[in-house]
């Protein structure tokens, strides 16, 4: 089984995240200060090399902490820091040049809460050039320490979006509990009621007139059946937005069938918003697999944009040739992604067939 391509699921969701390495080394051009300064620091050969190589160790550590070794921020600052004292050995406090790299990385990459406390201590390390009698440089007035500032702002901009976030999926977990329960109460109020006072009344009719109560009686059992069905379509809708839930049972329904799966991404991967959308997208195309594709092995990817659903089956030509054509379920999954603004597109996988939902 050829499974999906899954790069537009595990492509980050902003520009930032996917290109921060080359917008951290578009400012790798001010390490020309502290290259000049070791060129003037010393005539020697062997430490004038030690110092470039000093330097371009650090921005390479730079480039990797937003990149590679984004994940290990506490290492990459570690190795900075001990790039950055090497430095000075030889250039001395003009290393100060370097704490600029030092703030920005604290203020964007480090963990809370530790990074507010690390990245004042980078920003007052300039103060040290006073100790060396030259001044304190100026630039550091005019631009260093604004940009440091200034990704601080942009650190707590962005975890307040973070927590906005949350709380309005919160907000709106907290609302559909509360809209499943209205509609539960409502359902099940009315129909026992209803019951009760049918079954009083078969009750006294039992003896009196014996067809009016066996009627009474049919009616009670079209009540139950009825409020049986709506009770499931509340609880159903509540299924429906429990990701986490499909994901433990579409693995059992499909080995049952004798369908081997594998699942690639977690629910923390998904949008919030559309996890209810995705949880009846993965219900219906499972359901799907197991009646009509004949395969041995489903691939369920997830992701920021949205889910892919491959099978090794018999593909969209069907068990006996032709194109198969689209069921009410299908059709009802296309209208939900569509007016989620999403896009759905059934692929021929070669073999089998891939259902890829791509949402805003």
Not at 9 to 33: D, H, K, M, N, Q
């Amino acid at each position: 089984m050829t499974p999906a391509d899954p790069s537009y699921l595990t492509s980050p969701v902003s520009p930032w995240e996917r290109w921060a390495w080359v917008f951290a080394g578009i400012w790798l051009v001010f390490l020309v200060y502290p290259v000049i300064e070791t060129f003037q620091s010393t005539d020697s050969v062997v430490v004038t090399t030690l110092g470039l190589t000093f330097i371009a160790a650090f921005a390479v550590v730079y480039l990797a902490g937003y990149g590679w070794l984004a994940h290990r921020p506490w290492l990459v600052f570690g190795l900075l820091v001990a790039l950055a004292l090497a430095t000075a050995t030889i250039i001395g406090v003009e290393a100060i040049g370097l704490t600029p790299y030092l703030g920005v990385y604290s203020a964007l990459m480090l963990p809370s809460p530790w990074w507010p406390r690390t990245t004042l201590a980078v920003a007052l390390l300039p103060l040290l050039s006073l100790v060396a009698g030259d001044g304190f440089p100026v630039f550091f007035f005019l631009m260093v320490w604004p940009i440091i500032i200034g990704m601080v702002l942009l650190r707590l901009f962005t975890e307040g979006e973070h927590r906005a976030d949350e709380s309005r999926a919160m907000l709106a977990l907290v609302a559909e509990r509360e809209r499943v329960a209205r509609d539960v109460h409502d359902v099940l109020g009315h129909s026992l009621t209803a019951m009760s006072i049918k079954a009083e009344l078969a009750a006294r009719l039992i003896d009196v007139d014996p067809d009016r109560a066996r009627a009474e009686l049919e009616s009670i059992q079209e009540t139950a059946r009825q409020a049986l069905a709506e009770v499931r379509a509340t609880v159903g809708g509540l299924r429906a937005g429990n990701l986490e839930a499909e994901l433990a049972a579409a693995p059992q329904v499909l080995a049952d069938a004798g369908i081997e799966t594998r699942v690639l991404g977690s629910v923390a991967d998904t949008d919030p918003r559309h996890r209810t959308l995705l949880a009846w997208v993965l219900r219906e195309a499972v359901t799907n697999v197991v009646r009509h594709a004949r395969a041995s092995c489903v691939v369920v990817e997830l992701g920021p944009r949205g889910i892919t659903v491959t099978d090794d089956g018999t593909g969209l030509a069907g068990p006996a040739g032709g194109t198969t054509p689209e069921g009410n379920g299908l059709r009802g999954m296309r209208e939900r992604v569509s007016d989620a603004g999403g896009t759905l597109e059934l692929l021929d996988a070669h073999p089998g067939t891939r259902v890829q939902v791509v949402l805003p």
